[in-house]
T-cell receptor, first 114, second 115 residues
């Protein structure tokens, strides 16, 4: 079984500040890890993913995440927040060899203050 | 990336009626589609997995007779909410994959309101 924990439900940062959204996972086999962004009343857009290889992955819109197996973490970061980053962010996991059935965390709302 | 189109984006229906939601993969053949339900301020909960040409696999606690899923072609899956009630009001999202372990592409979601 697999699970995702996203601590907290809301993060607020100032424009230009560092964004850090935390994600911890549990998986009995090597995982594939994902971060998705959701804008109001819209579907999910993939920000980035980790499958194998380099543990630091870069995604769209300046986001990146690092897979740390020892910490079972996959935290999402962005050096400088922009107003357009305000949205809901979901971390998700699927087991390698699975059929891409994703297990999502509960999500974190990111607010960006001017 | 590939495009998955979901229709309608919003629907309001009367209690007791049925509503059909379509999920189409526009530029690839989707062997598998997933249907999720999302309550306000909550995560996506997988309802069922549908493979083209076979019966859908429902997650525990999801009523298969209430949420009918059909995946008749490689580009179309439908979710029909039968005899809808206000508690079925929610945001429904589909995703599609080409084959095992490929990236899942999401539709834009359908906001269902049952009055």
């Amino acid at each position: 079984a697999q699970s995702v924990t996203q601590l907290g439900s809301h993060v607020s940062v100032s424009e230009g500040a560092l964004v850090l959204l935390r994600c911890n996972y549990s998986s009995s086999v090597p995982p594939y890890l994902f971060w998705y962004v959701q804008y109001p009343n819209q579907g999910l857009q993939l920000l980035l993913k980790y499958t194998t290889g380099a543990t630091l992955v870069k995604g769209i819109n300046g986001f990146e995440a690092e897979f740390k197996k020892s910490e079972t973490s996959f935290h999402l970061t962005k050096p400088s927040a922009h107003m357009s980053d305000a949205a809901e962010y979901f971390c998700a996991v699927t087991e390698t060899g699975a059929n891409s059935k994703l297990t999502f965390g509960k999500g974190i709302t990111l607010s960006v203050r001017p | 990336g590939a495009v998955v189109s979901q229709h309608p984006s919003r629907v309001i229906c009367k209690s007791g009626t049925s509503v059909k939601i379509e999920c189409r993969s526009l530029d690839f053949q989707a062997t598998t589609m997933f249907w999720y339900r999302q309550f306000p301020k909550q995560s996506l909960m997988l309802m069922a997995t549908s493979n083209e040409g076979s019966k859908a696999t429902y997650e525990q606690g999801v009523e298969k007779d209430k949420f009918l899923i059909n995946h008749a072609s490689l580009t179309l899956s439908t979710l029909t909410v039968t005899s809808a009630h206000p508690e079925d009001s929610s945001f429904y999202i589909c995703s599609a994959i080409w084959t095992v372990n490929t990236e899942a592409f999401f539709g834009q979601g359908t906001r269902l309101t049952v009055v």
